[in-house]
Structure formats: structure tokens, C-alpha cells
């Protein structure tokens, strides 16, 4: 079963604007952490941010941040003020369990910034 | 170097022969992860490396494939009898007990 889902393929954004990119999971695991990360076209794979589950507040780095809806199971990533070179594939990840715990990622969200 | 490293950058190959690919880990991270990304998807699971547990193979796609973790640290992964749908980036990534993972470069492998 698919444990981490992003709705969206693909979106555009206008420079300046803030975008919304969705991520959902499913876990039984009371203790989980969750991961966005970013590749742009030359293909590496950046790490932006990160949520605990027990973390009361929600994450910020920067320009982004992260809307964790525990009971929704829900954990978005928001970015301020877009910029070019925000244009990438965002990547959600899970990864269950206090420690060792594998990732799970899913499937992606392609961004464009236009100016 | 601070990060995870991998070699080579790009590797071509014939079809039928084997090839091995290297990744160095962070140093001081326990857990190792090999992925397979093909051009335009997300990541594929390969194989997963937990500080001294046996290693979670349950993602390699067939026999041809096997990677070892030597002395905890550097790990390589080797395909044997190279496909053409082989083709794709190789990526590996390291990560402490707790947090996030950590992506080298990626290995590029083109089977002819």
C-alpha cells in the first residue's frame, strides 16, 4: 500500500507567489518522521525540511515551511515568495519507527516558477 | 569531502557485463540507502543497510543485483549481467539512528 501520496504531477507558480505542494501518509507508528525534499533538473536530491511527530509546532526553514495536520495525517510543504530557482521536483518522505527506520517516499510534485 | 560521495559520476556499459558502483557514506552515519531513479520518475527502493543488522534487500528487482557494506562504511553496488532496462541514476544516501537522509551525486548508468 502506498504510504506516502502526492496528489499533485505538476503545478505552475508565479514568482513572488506562495505555493502549496500536498503530501498525505499512512502510518500505525506513533513515532514518525517526515521529510520534503527538492531536485532540480541537474538531479540532486536537497533536503529541506523536517517534521517529528511529536513536534508540537510546525517546521520552518527559511522560505519554507511545513503545515502538519497530524490528525489529517496531512503534511504540506509551503513556500514563500517563489523564486526561479525554486523550480524543481519536491519529493515527501516518511520514515516510520524512533530509529532505523526506512523512507518512504512519494511520488513527487514537478513546480515550475514562472516569471 | 562532508558529503556522501559516489563513483563513478557516469558509467556506460555493454549489455551483459558487470558493473560496480561505489558510495561513501558521511562520516559517523550508520544507515545506508541505494535507490534507482529512471528519467522523469521518482525514487525506487533498492537496498538498505542498518548499522550492524542484515541488510533490507526487499526492493532489488532481481538476483542480478547485490550490494555489501564493508566495515560499516563504504558500500558497493554491483550488477551483474547488465540490461538495458538498467539504465537510470543510482542514488545513494546516508542518515544517522534519527532524521533525515543525506544524497550523494548519483551514478549515471547507460547499458548499450
Known amino acids: 500500500a502506498q504510504k506516502i501520496t502526492q496528489t499533485q504531477p505538476g503545478m505552475f507558480v508565479q514568482e513572488k507567489e506562495a505555493v502549496t505542494l500536498d503530501c498525505t501518509y499512512d502510518?500505525?507508528?506513533?513515532?514518525?518522521?517526515l521529510f520534503w525534499y527538492k531536485q532540480p533538473s541537474s538531479g540532486e536530491m536537497i533536503f529541506l525540511i523536517y517534521q517529528g511527530s511529536y513536534d508540537q509546532q510546525n517546521a520552518t526553514e527559511g522560505r519554507y515551511s511545513l503545515n502538519f495536520q497530524k490528525a489529517r495525517k496531512s503534511a504540506n510543504l509551503v513556500i514563500s515568495a517563489s523564486q526561479l530557482g525554486d523550480s524543481a521536483m519536491y519529493f515527501c518522505?516518511?520514515?516510520?519507527?524512533?530509529?532505523?527506520?526506512?523512507?518512504?517516499f512519494g511520488a513527487g510534485t514537478q513546480v515550475v516558477v514562472t516569471p | 569531502g562532508a558529503g556522501v560521495s559516489q563513483s563513478p559520476s557516469n558509467k556506460v556499459t555493454e549489455k551483459g557485463k558487470d558493473v560496480e558502483l561505489r558510495c561513501d557514506p558521511i562520516?559517523?552515519?550508520?544507515?545506508l540507502y541505494w535507490y534507482r531513479q529512471s528519467l522523469g520518475q521518482g525514487l525506487e527502493f533498492l537496498i538498505y543497510?542498518?548499522?550492524?543488522?542484515?541488510?533490507?534487500k526487499s526492493g532489488l528487482p532481481s538476483d542480478r543485483f547485490s550490494a555489501e557494506r564493508t566495515g560499516g562504511s563504504v558500500s558497493t553496488l554491483t550488477i551483474q549481467r547488465t540490461q538495458q532496462e538498467d539504465s537510470a541514476v543510482y542514488l545513494c544516501?546516508?542518515?544517522?539512528?534519527?532524521?533525515?537522509?543525506?544524497f550523494g551525486p548519483g551514478t549515471r548508468l547507460t547499458v548499450l
Open positions: 518522505a516518511m520514515r516510520e519507527g524512533d530509529s532505523w527506520g526506512k523512507f518512504q
Open positions: 502510518t500505525s507508528d506513533p513515532s514518525y518522521g
Open positions: 562520516s559517523g552515519h550508520t544507515a
Open positions: 544516501a546516508s542518515s544517522p539512528r534519527t532524521g533525515a537522509q543525506f
Open positions: 543497510f542498518q548499522g550492524n543488522s542484515a541488510p533490507d
